[in-house]
């Protein structure tokens, strides 16, 4: 069975920085897309990042040069590394994992993990 | 301003059947790239409803059904029951980029 765990959000201040961690089980990362989907309090989703099987990661523009989304192949977990982080970052943060097919899709999510982005 | 084009709510009567359009572009869904559909129940993460246009995961019930044309794609919901009420959103892709709807609202009279 496919599960996804996020950990690691919380309270930061603006201009800081929070790594979020996604522990996956019943599947390898390693071979596999995945990615993060950020939704704001009371708002829509919005696609944040996508890593590759062969480590090419993608970034949606309001996040760009502030996030790294990475892998660790040993522990099967993704992260994402917000750095320089804004008001408008607030939102819960989804891990999920990616099929493609003409385009990719979110065929599993995790259960979400909330950044608040607040002095 | 989403990517892609929802109507923020529609409603219906149980057993009635509702359809939520999405609205893209030549460079999204008009370029051949595949649509994909989600539900999102109250206080819960989003699920996989409809992949690639037209097909359900495993465990959905066939009254959802999706499809395409041209530059729009549309959710059809048959037989509405109390439990569909949630956020739908639909998703495709745009050069490299994740794009979603802004999502519509169902709400069962």
């Known amino acids: 069975e496919v599960q996804l765990v996020e950990s690691g959000g919380g309270l930061v201040q603006p201009g800081g920085s929070l790594t979020l961690s996604c522990a996956a089980s019943?599947?390898?990362?390693?071979?596999?897309?995945m990615g993060w989907v950020r939704q704001a309090p009371g708002k829509g989703l919005e696609w944040v990042s996508v890593?590759?099987?062969?480590?090419?990661?993608h970034y949606a523009d309001s996040v760009k040069g502030r996030f790294t989304i990475s892998r660790d192949n040993s522990k099967n977990t993704l992260s994402l590394q917000m750095n320089s982080l804004r008001a408008e970052d607030t939102a819960v943060y989804y891990c999920?994992?990616?099929?493609?097919?003409?385009?990719?899709?979110?065929?599993?999510w995790g259960q979400g993990t909330l950044v608040t982005v607040s002095s | 301003q989403s990517v892609l084009t929802q109507p923020p709510s529609v409603s219906g009567a149980p057993g009635q059947r509702v359809t939520i359009s999405c609205t893209g572009s030549?460079?999204?869904?008009?370029?051949?790239?595949?649509v994909h559909w989600y539900q999102q129940l109250p206080g819960t993460a989003p699920t996989l409803l409809i992949y690639?246009?037209?097909n359900r995961p495993s465990g959905v019930p066939d009254r959802f059904s999706g499809s395409k044309s041209g530059t729009s794609a549309s959710l059809a919901i048959t037989g509405l029951q109390a439990e569909d009420e949630a956020d739908y959103y639909c998703?495709?892709?745009?050069?490299?980029?994740?794009?979603f709807g802004g999502g519509t609202k169902l709400t069962v009279l």
């Open positions: 999920a994992k990616v099929e493609y097919s003409s385009g990719w899709y979110f065929d599993y």
């Open positions: 019943g599947f390898t990362v390693s071979s596999n897309y």
């Open positions: 890593i590759y099987s062969g480590g090419n990661t």
């Open positions: 030549s460079s999204n869904i008009g370029a051949g790239y595949d």
């Open positions: 690639a246009n037209t």
């Open positions: 998703q495709s892709y745009d050069t490299s980029l994740g794009v």
